[in-house]
């Protein structure tokens, strides 16, 4: 029974949302997420409710998700405990980026979660991750550089 369920979660992840459905990250998400991107650059860009610099950037990726229409950017709210969906959904609406295709850490372990993403990664917040079409990763942690990702995104288009 417990194969069958995890096969049906395996599915779900897989199947394509609507980008303004929040997606539950649990186990095995992220290879998942890796998997759908592939060859094409990517933002991910870690924030969660807990954390008041993640809030505050919030508008200032909406502006910049506006501003360049190419760049393919996916928002992750981390807490360390898993948050009301709607509470997400509330925010990432207000902050105009209910368009952009997100997650939440769905499992109260969220140490194993991160470290799916990156064995390394501590849980710190805000956290970008720049994905290269060749799977070359650049970290930004802390409130995030936008001109670095403008300058990233015109890199990765030629």
Do not use: Y
């Not at 992220?30 to 870690?46: D, E, I, R, Y």
Request: hydrophobic letters at 50%; charged letters at 25%; proline letters at 6%.
């Amino acid at each position: 029974m417990k194969h069958i369920l995890a096969a049906l979660a395996v599915l779900m992840l897989a199947a394509p949302a609507d980008a303004a459905e929040m997606r539950p990250f649990a186990r095995g998400s992220w290879q998942t997420l890796m998997q759908a991107n592939a060859g094409k650059p990517t933002v991910v860009h870690f924030w969660g409710l807990t954390c008041a610099p993640c809030l505050t950037e919030l508008p200032h990726w909406a502006r910049l998700a506006q501003e360049r229409a190419d760049m393919r950017l996916v928002m992750i709210a981390a807490d360390p405990t898993p948050g009301d969906i709607k509470d997400l959904s509330a925010t990432l609406d207000r902050a105009k980026l209910n368009k952009v295709e997100s997650w939440a850490f769905a499992d109260a372990f969220s140490e194993r979660l991160r470290f799916e993403v990156d064995p390394k990664w501590r849980g710190e917040m805000p956290r970008t991750m720049l994905i290269a079409r060749n799977g070359s990763v650049t970290v930004m942690t802390g409130v995030a550089d936008l001109k670095a990702v403008r300058a990233w995104l015109d890199r990765e288009a030629k």
